[in-house]
């Protein structure tokens, strides 16, 4: 299984989980405001991708996506997604546009996993 959010153009956040035989799902968790939207933009095109080369696994993996265009940048480490500490000291400040936009939105219980728990 992997699971995941997406911060969509119009700046909705949705939270998904994809398992390998089907069932996937998605939600809408909430909407970024347009000048939240704009500064996480311009902080993505402020970050030189070509130069943070990140593409570790471990037993569990994180993972964070930015898709420019036609162009999509992956980059892969061991740890948790909403663990700063695990997140590699290259990737942080790019991480930390992205998390905490979402964890302005998301609920605490609902980021780790425990919702409906």
Same mark, same amino acid.
């Given at each position: 299984?992997?699971? #995941? &959010?997406?911060?969509?153009?119009? #700046?909705?956040?949705?939270? %998904? ?9 998605? !939600? ?8 939240? &939207? *704009?500064?996480?933009? =311009?902080?993505? *095109? ?7 080369? !990140? $593409?570790?696994? #471990?037993?569990?993996?994180? +993972?964070?996506?930015?898709? $420019? #265009? ?6 892969? %480490?061991?740890?948790? *997604? ?12 790019? %991480?930390? =546009?992205? %998390?905490?936009?979402?964890? =302005?939105?998301? +609920? ?8 409906? !728990?």
């Amino acid at each position: 299984m992997s699971a #995941g &959010y997406s911060i969509l153009t119009d #700046g909705t956040i949705t939270k %998904w989980t994809a398992f390998p035989r089907g069932r996937d799902s998605e !939600q809408t968790v909430g909407k970024l405001t347009e000048n939240e &939207y *704009h500064t996480l933009v =311009s902080e993505i *095109h402020a970050t030189d991708f070509r130069v943070l080369r !990140q $593409q570790e696994t #471990g037993n569990m993996t994180a +993972s964070l996506r930015i898709t $420019q #265009g036609d162009e999509t940048f992956t980059f892969l %480490w061991p740890g948790l *997604h909403n663990k700063d500490q695990d997140v590699p000291p290259a990737l942080r400040p790019l %991480w930390r =546009s992205v %998390w905490t936009r979402i964890a =302005s939105i998301e +609920s605490p219980s609902d980021m780790n996993g425990e919702a409906g !728990q």
